[in-house]
């Protein structure tokens, strides 16, 4: 009989192993999805989280259907703003409350207390679920799993314990998981087996209206969930984009798919990206993984043959958990939070296996062991989450060859320039390393996406460093593989925009022109582009037409407020402006371009511009009258 208090144990745990990860900073997507994504920024976007799928991104070409993930992020802005503690709390919470639900579901199996207790802070500690814990953009995978073990109690309370009622909750639970991530479109079949495994209601002479009684609502409500991802073209967009072919896709999901048995069973040397590449033949490694799943096959006739029913059903649930991810070809090959449910059927089937008689004498010291191994793993692995330093470098360290880790890591040295002094030896050390990374990210990845990303950033570090001719053919590199690459046509337009500043008058304006023309066109694909329009606004003020420039530079302001430099430009805006002004128009852009200053010196204390504008302000108000 499990005790409700045991469930306190589980939280205790859960948030003592995670207590050093509070303060571990945003990551990757959560740039895109969270920091820059305007649509969060207003709880009145309720509704359209749960019929535009664009209000998951910043960039409406990442769009995904994740309402309810979308809405929790909303709710967080709203609680904390970026503080980004309490995005990082929530994460920890809803992995608290998955593992309380895995000791639930074995407590009403049947599995007895010290089973559905071990279970529950295995899960808890596991180290794959430092991931989706740690990484704030995969709470999709961790509030997905916490409604799809939902699903699982309310189902077994349901139709095990004969407590009719909660087959209603068990509908919701795989609504709202739908509603997170569409993975959970696998619960009504993990329903299945788990009547027919464990439940005994799956036999030879059921009815098909009793099989429609019992699962025929879920099998509705994910055909449903089916069609409205077709109609509003989630699932079309993302079919007709695929990154890879159906026979590699195949070859590369049978190494995966052994890999991460070995991933589940021994969580070590986990990384944000695992040194992993596509298989296009039937080579040695695709061979040794088939024999390792052949091996797992005859692991599963054997329990079906023992009738050691909860460790098959544990294992059948882990497989079909992952299915999507193994059909659908995806940018990423392997991650560990596609893990996340599979560890909970890991955890789940280890819990019943201990149990059995001929290791119950063993279970105590397995049990503990594996806990404490874990625990000490977890609590390590949340240090590498910490900056993007800390994520990228022990990332590069365990896989060199993926051009993901160099672009990251180029991505963190960048980021550091601009948050070192301008011109300082600390600014070109780490402009020069961002520049390598580049450089090496693409060597490895020539083409695609992510060598975009990485010829553009390689660009911009090039035009920093006063390389314009490098930058320039990085740019026009990434606009010949993709003529819609916002971000390379924003960064031709800058070079543009330095040339006429430097130029005569006519051949300047002919120039900035040229400047803006490239930023018009990079807004035509991403309407929402802080930089475009914060590089429009200073291509306006060059230009003299102050009503277009100040337009501009407020929808900056409102897409990136927190953006030090953006800030400073408008401060400068507002400066100029008040060179042209006199009386009270003069007092008051001084007084405005000083607040822009302000909110500078506030978010980058080490950046001296700002400061200087804010000294000629402060001594130009002190003479005014």
């Known amino acids: 009989m499990v005790r409700p208090m045991d469930a306190l144990w589980i939280l205790v745990a859960c948030f003592t192993v995670y207590s050093n990860s509070l303060e571990n900073s945003f990551h990757y997507d959560d740039e895109h999805s969270i920091e820059k994504n305007i649509h969060l920024r207003d709880l009145g976007n309720w509704s359209q989280f749960f019929t535009d799928p664009s209000t998951f991104s910043v960039d409406a070409s990442k769009g995904m259907f994740r309402p309810l993930l979308v809405a ?53 500690l596991h180290p794959l679920a430092s991931e989706p814990v740690n990484y704030i953009s995969a709470r999709s995978e961790s509030l997905a799993g916490m409604f799809y073990l939902g699903g699982l109690v309310s189902f077994t309370v349901a139709y095990g314990q004969g407590i009719g009622a909660f087959k209603y909750v068990s509908w919701i639970c795989l609504l709202a998981g739908l509603l997170s991530k569409s993975s959970v479109i696998t619960l009504p079949a993990t329903l299945f087996l788990l009547d027919g495994i464990l439940l005994h209601r799956i036999r030879s002479e059921w009815s098909l209206r009793e099989a429609a ?25 993302s079919l007709e984009n695929r990154v890879r072919g159906m026979d590699e896709q195949m070859l590369t999901q049978i190494k995966a798919l052994a890999y991460y048995g070995k991933l589940l069973v021994w969580p070590y040397g986990l990384n944000v990206e695992h040194q992993f ?11 040794l993984s088939l024999l390792a799943l052949s091996a797992f096959a005859l692991v599963l006739f054997g329990l079906y043959r023992k009738r050691m029913r909860f460790t098959l059903f544990a294992s059948l649930w882990g497989l079909l958990s992952l299915l999507p991810v193994l059909i659908m070809p995806l940018n990423v090959l392997v991650n560990e939070r596609r893990l996340y449910v599979p560890a909970a059927a890991f955890c789940l089937g280890l819990a019943f296996l201990l149990r059995r008689s001929s290791l119950r004498r063993y279970a105590v010291s397995i049990g503990g062991g594996t806990m404490l191994a874990f625990a000490l793993l977890t609590f390590q692995r949340n240090a590498a989450w910490k900056n993007d330093f800390t994520l990228w470098e022990d990332a590069l360290e365990k896989a060199p060859q993926m051009p993901r880790t160099h672009l990251y890591m180029g991505n963190a040295h960048k980021d550091a320039a601009f948050q070192a002094i301008v011109g300082s030896s600390e600014a070109l050390g780490h402009w020069n390393q961002a520049r390598a990374a580049f ?67 006519e051949a300047g304006r002919s120039l900035l022109e040229q400047s803006v023309s490239y930023y018009e066109r990079a807004l035509q694909q991403l309407p929402n582009h802080a930089d475009a329009w914060a590089n429009m606004g200073l291509a306006y003020a060059d230009m003299g037409n102050r009503q277009r420039a100040g337009e501009a530079y407020e929808r900056a302001l409102f897409l990136n407020p927190r953006n030090p430099r953006l800030l400073t430009n408008v401060g400068n805006f507002y400066a100029t402006l008040a060179q042209q002004a006199s009386g009270k128009d003069q007092r008051r852009a001084l007084e405005q371009a000083g607040s822009y200053y302000r909110q500078a010196i506030r978010l980058n204390r080490s950046y001296e511009v700002p400061r200087n504008g804010l000294r000629y302000v402060e001594e130009v108000l002190r003479t005014l009258p």
Request: include cysteine; proline fraction near 1%; glycine fraction near 8%.
């Open 439 to 505: 450089r090496r990210a693409i060597e490895l990845q020539p083409r695609g996406d992510l060598a975009l990303r990485a010829l553009n950033n390689l660009g911009a570090v090039s035009f920093v460093l006063q390389d314009t001719e490098e930058a320039e053919r990085a740019y026009r590199r990434a606009v010949e593989l993709n003529p819609n690459f916002a971000d390379a046509l924003i960064n031709l337009g800058t070079i543009y925009h330095e040339r006429g500043r430097r130029a005569e008058m």
């Open 72 to 124: 929790s992020f909303a709710l967080n802005y709203a609680w904390g703003g970026y503080e980004v503690w309490s995005y990082n709390f929530v994460n920890v919470l809803i992995h608290a409350v998955s593992a309380c639900l895995l000791w639930a579901l074995v407590g009403t199996m049947g599995g007895g207390r010290r089973t559905a207790l071990f279970a529950g802070l295995l899960f808890a």
């Open 277 to 287: 590449s596509v298989s296009s033949r039937f080579d040695g490694a695709v061979f």
């Open 213 to 237: 009684s019992r699962h025929g609502v879920y099998w509705l409500i994910s055909s449903v969930y089916l069609c409205s991802i077709i109609l509003n073209r989630f699932l079309t967009s």
